[in-house]
């Protein structure tokens, strides 16, 4: 179990519709990192948020958004969904307090939540 | 676009055998790490690299960092069951971390 928390763990939907995927970082951790996974297109950095800021940002689609609440816990909302954007969508936490991605910290992922648009 | 790709992409091995999975791009990191996922889970940090040339071990697990930070392997000696599962190399950058293809090891009792 590494900490980190996402709900729900699976979700059906139809295209066109807009979900919203939930993630709690392990206590203490003040950054998140949202991960899109797909058999054709392996593990895909979407974003990172610091302290609720926005800190990097990858290969996310601009129907995509996320964002970090006080509390720390963040949400990636899809919408105007298309078949191609059914994945596993994994979140992960570090405790990283510098800038941009620092290259000795420690991500660790949650479970995932697989969508799946029909 | 950086991208890693790994090779092989699969791998079905006995019990006991050694291996070797690599991990290679044109494009210059800061670091690099390799992470295992099974079925169901997210992955799994087992090592970062730093230093070109860099070599770690974990057991029976060795990692391995080019001289020019481009590329890296990861040999596992004596292989067992519950080493099964896919691996991913990760190279990070600044405001960026480049996920490989993927490695899915089969380890067989």
């Known amino acids: 179990d590494s900490g980190v928390t996402q709900t729900p763990k699976h979700l059906i939907t139809a295209t066109g519709q807009r979900v919203t995927l939930r993630c709690s970082p392990r206590?203490?951790?003040?950054?998140v990192y949202w991960y899109q996974q797909s058999l054709d297109q392996g593990l895909q950095f979407l974003i990172q948020y610091y302290n609720g800021e926005e800190r990097a940002k990858g290969n996310i689609l601009e129907r995509f958004s996320a964002q970090q609440f006080p509390d720390l816990h963040s949400e990636l909302n899809l919408s105007s969904l298309e078949l191609g954007d059914s994945a596993l969508y994994f979140c992960?936490?570090?405790?990283?307090?510098?800038?941009?991605?620092?290259?000795?910290?420690?991500?660790?992922f949650g479970p995932g939540t697989r969508l799946t648009v029909l | 676009t950086q991208l890693l790709e790994q090779s092989p992409q699969f791998l079905s091995i006995q019990e006991g055998e050694n291996l070797t999975v690599y991990c290679n791009s044109s494009?210059?990191?800061?670091?690099l790490q390799w992470y295992r996922q099974e079925p169901g889970e997210g992955p799994v940090l087992l090592v970062t690299?730093?230093?070109?040339?860099e070599v770690k071990k974990l057991k029976r697990l060795t990692f391995q960092f080019g001289d020019a930070r481009k590329d890296s392997s990861l040999h596992i000696t004596a292989a067992q069951p519950g080493d099964t599962g896919l691996y991913l190399c990760?190279?990070?950058?600044?405001?960026?971390?480049?996920f490989g293809t993927g490695t899915k090891l089969q380890v067989i009792p």
């Open positions: 990760a190279g990070r950058g600044y405001q960026k971390v480049t």
């Open positions: 992960a936490s570090s405790q990283l307090a510098g800038t941009g991605v620092s290259h000795t910290d420690t991500q660790y």
């Open positions: 206590s203490g951790d003040l950054s």
């Open positions: 690299v730093v230093t070109g040339g």
């Open positions: 494009s210059v990191f800061s670091s």
